[in-house]
């Protein structure tokens, strides 16, 4: 109960601050906040709910399931295959090294302006939290696990997808969340350059205008989304790994 509260109270009182602060002020950078949820209750509740924040969600969507799939796929099997491992090492440690903002001009140039540079660059920067982790997470199970796959006498495609990936899930969750934080962050850096549309086109926008109080509702607009899509990524981890978490419970 003290926790709920505590995570309540403060940000209630930096919510009344913020009230507060900039009330009456003339600064054209610092709008009061009636001014700044009035811009977003028309731009992003009604008038671009569907035309700007479904094209970003989408886009967020489709390169992280890109990454997963990919990332936990070649995971496993560096994982699983040491010589693999050796090969591929030095190229990831290259492609993980390059910053992802320094990707989203080359992908235009060889992409296009539309959707699917824009995901490339997505699933290729959220795919490195993704796979190391399943690869630190496979490589380290149990050797146990391999004695009970050969008793049964498991395909290769059986002890990944049935022994090795749930043994290793908690481990790719917390991967996938990683992951999940710098999609967001992407799909905000793609639309703010060679874009038509999205939260990140319109923050810009309204910059490049001089509409501040647009300016910060697309601000707020982007930490509430962004809170949104962790608080659901939680709760579906919680559902998958709910075995993993009750034996976990049980041993402490």
Not at 15 to 20: G, H, Q
Not at 26 to 50: C, M, Q, V, Y
Not at 210 to 238: C, H, K, S, Y
Request: proline share 7%; aromatic share 8%; net charge positive.
């Amino acid at each position: 109960m003290n926790k709920l509260v505590l995570r309540t109270v403060v940000p209630l009182i930096l919510l009344i601050l913020w009230w507060v602060t900039p009330a009456g002020s003339t600064s054209p950078f610092w709008p009061p906040l009636p001014d700044i949820l009035a811009a977003f209750r028309e731009t992003w509740l009604f008038e671009r709910a569907g035309s700007d924040i479904v094209p970003s969600l989408a886009r967020l969507l489709a390169g992280l399931v890109c990454a997963v799939v990919t990332g936990i796929g070649l995971g496993a099997a560096m994982g699983r295959l040491p010589l693999l491992d050796a090969a591929l090492a030095p190229l990831i440690r290259f492609c993980r090294a390059v910053p992802g903002p320094a990707l989203v001009p080359v992908a235009v140039v060889l992409l296009g302006i539309g959707d699917t540079s824009k995901i490339a660059v997505i699933a290729f920067v959220s795919i490195f939290p993704v796979l190391l982790n399943t690869v630190d997470a496979v490589r380290g199970l149990d050797p146990h696990w391999d004695d009970v796959a050969r008793s049964y006498r498991l395909s290769t495609r059986q002890r990944v997808t049935a022994v090795y990936l749930p043994a290793a899930a908690p481990q790719i969750a917390v991967g996938i969340r990683t992951g999940l934080g710098i999609a967001f962050i992407m799909i905000v850096i793609t639309e703010l350059y060679a874009a038509t549309n999205g939260v990140g086109f319109v923050t810009l926008t309204a910059r490049n205008a001089f509409d501040v109080p647009q300016m910060w509702a697309g601000t707020v607009l982007l930490g509430l989304l962004g809170v949104a899509l962790n608080g659901l990524f939680l709760i579906l981890e919680r559902r998958v790994l709910r075995r993993h978490l009750a034996m976990t419970t049980e041993r402490n």
